[in-house]
């Protein structure tokens, strides 16, 4: 392995996940203004709040190919690769201006201000546990703990991943963007417990 782009694919994923921190921190008190006064919230204050977090799922998409390229530098395969690929084509989005009337059977719903600041805070202190394990990767200067750091990655990311749908699923308007494929990686990894093999990906 050469260290040496190893550390610099992990710099720029340690860049990366700083703009995702400070696009929530930006994200998240104007999806505040957008929804307005509670028990107020318009079709179109929801939907505005909704395409204001998906700022938050673009930085995050950004995140997850530094990632990847990080994982290629150590030798080992892209984990993001297909499910970004199908971001792009828009195989798996629904956009918010596809959100009708129509769709809110029961009106549109009142969001519940507390559950968000909690799922906020949240999300928030995923970012930050994120780049504290990037942190830790850097200053780690053993081969034989890279493994363990790369695993300790992909966990903060898909942290991320899951408390970004929580919220927008608060919001009510767009579906979850990432639970399907964190689910099938938890479902694969078990396999792979069950069937042991060696880095070499031998049985």
């Known amino acids: ?4 782009a190893y550390e ?9 996940a700083g703009h995702l921190e400070s696009t929530i921190e930006t994200a998240i008190p104007q999806t505040i203004v957008e929804l307005g006064p509670a028990g107020e919230e318009s079709l179109l204050d929801v939907k505005n709040a909704a ?11 950004d995140v997850m190919n530094a990632y990847d390229s990080l994982l290629e530098s150590a030798g080992r395969p892209r984990r993001y690769d297909d499910f970004l690929q199908r971001i792009e084509v828009g195989s798996d989005t629904k956009e918010v201006t596809d959100v009708t009337d129509e769709d809110l059977e029961a009106g549109t719903p009142e969001i519940n201000r507390a559950r968000f600041a909690r799922l906020s805070g949240e999300l928030q ?5 994120l780049l504290g394990a990037i942190h830790g990767a850097l200053i780690s200067h053993s081969e034989d703990t890279i493994d363990e ?3 300790s990655l992909a966990t903060g990311i898909e942290e991320l991943m899951i408390s970004y749908d929580r919220l927008q699923d608060l919001i009510g308007i767009l ?5 399907a ?18 880095r070499r990906g031998r049985p």
Do not use: Y
């Not at 392995?1 to 040496?4: A, K, L, N, P």
């Not at 610099?8 to 990366?16: A, D, G, I, Q």
């Not at 204001?52 to 998409?61: F, M």
């Open 1 to 4: 392995m050469d260290r040496t």
């Open 8 to 16: 610099s694919h992990l710099k720029n994923l340690h860049s990366w």
């Open 51 to 61: 395409e204001t977090l998906r700022d938050v799922a673009r930085s995050l998409d």
């Open 125 to 129: 202190f995923d970012a930050g546990w």
């Open 149 to 151: 750091h790369l695993d």
């Open 175 to 179: 579906p979850a963007r990432h639970c």
């Open 181 to 198: 494929f964190v689910d099938h990686m938890v479902v694969l990894e078990e396999a792979g417990r069950r069937h042991p093999r060696d």
